[in-house]
């Protein structure tokens, strides 16, 4: 069974700090997501990388960065915290070639005061 | 408690009736498809997947139709338990998508006993 580990399952910082989710997965997968789900709003893309070193935008980068030194881990950063990135954090991870399903982490719940 | 799904559709059945859960997706181009279930607490989970060449398709008590000509999805499960009380939402990829997924919004089903 494919293990995607984020590191915290809850998380409580205060505005302005520099806040770093961490996601591992065992499966060897190429591609790895980092999303965040609101109510209402569904799942959204924040940035995702398909290799080591690489790093793409997703459709709402603002206010984060990502890093990927290790095919196995994919880190989001939050460079100075704001309450309105309060929220349900969900990392993901896929084999690149063909039709495959993304497999998920259980997520970190963020809250910033 | 969990606050995703606040603002989802319920579906609410009795135990051991079937469910039948819907999904609109928006892209004609997308040719692989996946249902997730999400506990309250947890990532998505994967249920099951189709592709676009296929119109049906049928695993352990759930079955995911697609209609390409009205771009829809269902996931019908059978002998709905107390254990399949979660949020489900369908996954379109392909496309202009890339390698991305797009997720719809999710349902909550409830199941009565």
């Known amino acids: 069974d494919v293990k995607v580990t984020q590191s915290s399952r809850y998380l409580v910082k205060r505005t302005g700090e520099k806040v770093f989710l961490e996601c591992v997965q065992d499966m060897d997968h190429e591609n790895m997501f980092w999303y965040r789900q609101d109510p209402g709003l569904g799942l959204r893309l924040i940035y995702f990388?398909?290799?080591?070193?690489?790093?793409e935008k997703g459709d709402i980068p603002e206010g984060y960065s990502v890093s990927r030194e290790k095919k196995e881990r994919f880190s989001l950063i939050l460079e100075s915290a704001s309450t309105n990135q309060t929220s349900m954090y969900l990392c993901a991870s896929s084999w690149r070639q063909g039709n495959q399903p993304q497999h998920f982490g259980d997520g970190t719940r963020l809250s910033i005061l | 408690g969990e606050s995703v799904g606040l603002h989802l559709p319920t579906l609410s059945v009795q135990e051991g009736d079937n469910s039948i859960i819907n999904c609109a997706y928006s892209n004609s181009a997308s040719d692989y498809f996946i249902w997730y279930k999400q506990e309250s607490g947890k990532g998505p989970q994967f249920i099951i997947d189709?592709?676009?060449?296929?119109d049906k398709r049928q695993g352990q008590r759930v079955t995911v139709l697609l209609n390409k000509t009205v771009k829809h999805l269902s996931l019908q499960i059978a002998a709905t338990q107390p254990g399949d009380s979660a949020v489900y939402f369908c996954?379109?990829?392909?496309?202009?998508?890339?390698?991305?997924?797009?997720f719809g919004p999710g349902t909550r089903l409830s199941v009565l006993p």
């Open positions: 189709i592709r676009s060449n296929m």
């Open positions: 990388s398909y290799d080591v070193k690489m790093k």
């Open positions: 996954a379109e990829k392909g496309g202009n998508y890339g390698q991305n997924f797009v």
